[in-house]
C-alpha cells in the first residue's frame, strides 16, 4: 500500500517558531494563500485521503480540493507543558536537563506529552487500519494530511533513524513524501515529490 503524507500549510506560530503541538492553530492568512499554489503529485489526487483532525490539516485539505475523512490518528504528536514555547527559550529554562531530554531521539518526552516512538505506534496503527481496507485490492493509494512531527516519525520508522543527529533526509514540508506500507513496515519511497 502507498501513502502520501502532506504537511499542513503555515500557521502564525509556525512563523513564531513556536511548538503547536496539539493546540488547535488555524493557517495564518499566508498560509491559506500559500495551499493556492501547491499542488499534489500525479496520481494521488484520486487516492483515499484522510486529515487529522486539527484546524490547519482540515484547512489544507480544503484548500487542496480533498475530500477527506478525519482520523485523529493522525494528530500531531502531544507536546505536553511545551505546547506555545520555543526550543531556544526551553533550553535556556532547563539547562543540561534539556539536552538529556534531546539525547533521547526517539523517546523524547516532554512533561504530560508523548514521544516519537508513540507517535510511531499510533501511525502504525492507522497503517494497518488502512492495509486492512486494501486487502482486497491490487493496487491502494492512501493520502493524509497531518503533521511535521508525524512525518519525522514515519521517516526515523521507514530509514531506521533513532531521531539523534539529522535526518537522514532532508524533507521539504512543502512538498508531499511518499511512503509504502508492507509487511507491517513503513520504507521511504520518495522524500519531496
Not at 484547512?59 to 505546547?83: F, K, R, S
Not at 523524547?108 to 486494501?134: F, I, K, N, T
Request: glycine share 8%; charged share 20%; with cysteine.
Amino acid at each position: 500500500m502507498d501513502i502520501l503524507l502532506l504537511r499542513h500549510g503555515p500557521t502564525l506560530w509556525n512563523r513564531e517558531k513556536r511548538i503547536q503541538g496539539r493546540t488547535d492553530i488555524p493557517l495564518s492568512a499566508e498560509g491559506l494563500a500559500a495551499q493556492a499554489e501547491r499542488s499534489l503529485p500525479s496520481g494521488w489526487q484520486q487516492a483515499a485521503w484522510y486529515s487529522s483532525p486539527l484546524q490547519r490539516a482540515r484547512q489544507t485539505a480544503t484548500a487542496l480540493g480533498l475530500e477527506v475523512q478525519l482520523a485523529p490518528l493522525l494528530i500531531e504528536m502531544d507536546w505536553g507543558e511545551w505546547e506555545g514555547q520555543r526550543l531556544p527559550e526551553l533550553r535556556q529554562q532547563l539547562g543540561p536537563a534539556m539536552q538529556t531530554m534531546e539525547d533521547r531521539g526517539l523517546d523524547l518526552c516532554p512533561p504530560g506529552g508523548e514521544s516519537p516512538r508513540q507517535v510511531q505506534q499510533r501511525l502504525y496503527r492507522w497503517c494497518e487500519e488502512q492495509a486492512l481496507q486494501a486487502s482486497q485490492l491490487t493496487e491502494y493509494r492512501v493520502g493524509a494530511v497531518t503533521h511535521k512531527g508525524v512525518i519525522r516519525a514515519a521517516l526515523a520508522a521507514a530509514c531506521d533513524w533513532n531521531m539523534l543527529g539529522r535526518a537522514p533526509v532532508k524533507l521539504d514540508w512543502q512538498r508531499a513524501h511518499w511512503f509504502r506500507w508492507q509487511q507491517g513496515r513503513l520504507s521511504l519511497v520518495q522524500a519531496n515529490c
